[in-house]
């Protein structure tokens, strides 16, 4: 065989050879971290499903990558069927503050609890954010638009406990809790975020190294939800 045909079959074999698909193994090691019903990430790294989208989003950084993708797609309509969580770390820990997105955009319901010695407190609430503006790529900012607390007061036969209704759980107070107002500006994390571009006080309560899994010392890869007065964040769960 004379050196022009193997070229011209080396040629062809790089016409017909398969190309390896680099998205997919990323998109499993993403569901490992975040769940499967955590799709927004997942979506970021789908179009990445030939050699060549590979080799680009390798010579982007991740925030314009993930900012690209974020141009068609809202940011409220993705958070529904989501639950973040703002508790007590410690092992055993008495209270929290659930917020779970509804099918309409922006949209929430939310539980509170919190049990001292001789009572039990508890609120209800349903709720709506909508944007405020676009701070950056990966943080906008929240108004919460409307907020109404119900419950009836619950009755457990042969519990000592005392239950008592709260008209503002933890987590939606402002600065002064006593005075029963309840904040209306808050801060929206997208994953991704680097830990060096949040407040100080968010970094204090995830803790170095971080209580969360899915988030260690350089960023986050959940969405984390801030109340701009307490400075405290509601923190995507991922099962």
Same mark, same amino acid.
Not at 9 to 36: T, V
């Given at each position: ?8 079959l ?7 050879f398969?190309?390896k ?8 090691s ?11 990430? *997942? ?5 990445? /499903?030939?050699?060549?989208? %590979? ?11 993930? /900012?690209k ?7 409220? @309509? *993705? ?29 929430? %319901?939310?539980?509170?609890k ?21 701070? *950056?790529d ?6 919460? +638009?409307?907020?109404? /607390?119900?419950?009836? @007061?619950?009755? #457990?036969y042969?519990?000592e406990?005392?239950?008592?209704? +709260? ?9 002064d ?18 830990? /060096?571009?949040?407040e100080d006080?968010?970094?204090e309560?995830?803790?170095?190294? #971080?209580?969360?899994k899915?988030?260690?010392? %350089?960023? #986050? ?9 307490l ?6 769960? +991922? @099962?």
């Amino acid at each position: 065989m004379t050196k022009k045909k193997l070229i011209i079959l080396f040629i062809l074999g790089l016409i017909f050879f398969p190309i390896k698909s680099y998205g997919f193994e990323d998109l499993i090691s993403i569901k490992e971290i975040r769940g499967e019903k955590n799709y927004f990430y *997942d979506r970021v790294f789908k179009s990445r /499903s030939s050699i060549v989208g %590979d080799f680009s989003s390798r010579n982007n950084n991740t925030t314009e990558t993930y /900012s690209k993708n974020l141009e068609n797609q809202d940011i409220l @309509e *993705d958070l529904i069927g989501k639950e973040l969580i703002l508790q007590e770390e410690e092992e055993g820990g008495n209270w929290f503050t659930k917020i779970h997105f509804r099918e309409e955009a922006g949209t929430f %319901d939310l539980s509170y609890k919190y049990k001292d010695e001789s009572t039990i407190y508890l609120t209800n609430g349903l709720g709506k954010f909508e944007i405020n503006q676009k701070i *950056d790529d990966l943080t906008y900012s929240l108004r919460l +638009v409307e907020y109404t /607390s119900f419950g009836n @007061e619950p009755f #457990s036969y042969g519990d000592e406990k005392k239950y008592k209704l +709260v008209e503002v759980p933890y987590g939606f107070q402002t600065n002064d809790p006593t005075e029963n107002e309840i904040c209306r500006d808050y801060t929206l994390y997208l994953p991704l975020k680097k830990r /060096s571009q949040m407040e100080d006080a968010v970094n204090e309560w995830i803790g170095f190294p #971080s209580r969360k899994k899915y988030i260690d010392e %350089d960023e #986050s890869r959940v969405y984390i939800l801030v109340n701009d007065n307490l400075k405290v964040p509601f923190i995507e769960k +991922v @099962e």
